[in-house]
């Protein structure tokens, strides 16, 4: 990897992720998924469902028949992460999983407990918990240290409640993209749009948060991507959510003096990160 990125204070802890949005092909094969599984509630209309949990939009689903495939050499989603508010909700996700399809990973990451699986058309989709902060581990200059262990899922399960839904809380943890080229894109979040460096240990990828959060968006190398994500189906833009109107121009002038397009409007700005993902940072 390339020389460290420094540290930022421009996104504060006060910066979180609102909604992301993909493409996909049919909506009554892939709604049924983030209904009755994710737990989320469903508002569809025509080609587009909105997803959410407590009354908040968290995944937007835009139907397009005829968006192609993503091939194996475009950049996009490795996965989404639903972050719900506590373990036995975590546990109640487990209980939708085992009913309805089945997982494709578990894993502690010592900062969190999660579940991963995929939906109908493929997506990667996370479903965790946070630990508390006081409990994450850091390293020597204070970033965070993440691994990958075993989750006790039968522990898990005992602390489920039987709630069919997600509940009140729950949001968008994180987005983890797959990327053509890891120094271009972590220059682009940390350098451009102001995130901090949170976790460097795993080959070929990077972690990079608002403030002191574990990660807000995951990066990596591992599928050796090495095309733009383009109009093919999956991710096709994400929300980073800051604080004030004083926030959202220091963004920008970041984006414009580091040579990037930037779209504005009264409350947000749009950017594309180096594969063409869309980035909205709004109010």
């Known amino acids: 990897m390339t020389a460290t990125p420094t540290e930022t204070t421009l996104l504060s802890d006060a910066t979180h992720l609102g909604r992301v949005t993909l493409r996909v092909g ?12 994710v737990g989320l509630s469903i508002e569809r209309e025509d080609t587009r469902a909105v997803c959410a949990a407590g009354g908040d939009p968290l995944v937007v689903l835009e139907e397009d028949p005829n968006a192609p495939r993503r091939t194996r050499e475009q950049a996009g ?17 487990l209980t939708r999983i085992r009913d309805h399809t089945s997982l494709s990973g578990a894993s502690d990451h010592l900062v969190s407990e999660a ?33 990958t262990l075993a989750l006790d899922l039968e522990s898990l399960i005992a602390n489920a409640r039987g709630d069919d839904h997600a509940p009140a809380g ?11 080229d890891l120094s271009r894109s972590l220059e682009f979040y940390t350098e451009a749009l102001g995130m901090n460096l949170r976790d460097d240990g795993y080959p070929g990828a990077a972690f990079v948060a608002a403030g002191d959060y574990h990660h807000h968006v995951g990066l990596n190398r591992w599928n050796e ?45 749009v950017v594309s990160d180096p594969d063409g993902i869309d980035v909205r940072v709004t109010m």
């Open 26 to 37: 049919s909506l009554d094969s892939v709604v049924p998924f983030y209904r009755d599984v």
């Open 77 to 93: 989603l490795f996965h989404l992460a639903i972050r719900v508010p506590d373990r036995g909700a975590l546990g109640d996700a």
């Open 115 to 147: 579940l991963y699986l995929r939906d109908p058309e493929g997506n990667g989709v996370e479903i965790y918990r946070d630990r508390p902060r006081e409990e994450w581990p850091r390293t020597d200059d204070g970033r965070v240290k993440m691994d």
């Open 170 to 180: 729950t949001d968008l943890g994180h987005v983890h993209l797959e990327v053509s």
């Open 225 to 269: 991507r090495s095309e733009p994500a383009g109009e093919s189906r999956g991710i096709d833009w994400f929300e980073v959510v800051v604080p004030d109107h004083e926030t959202l121009d220091a963004v920008r002038e970041s984006l414009e003096q580091t040579g990037r397009t930037v779209g504005i409007s009264a409350e947000s700005l």
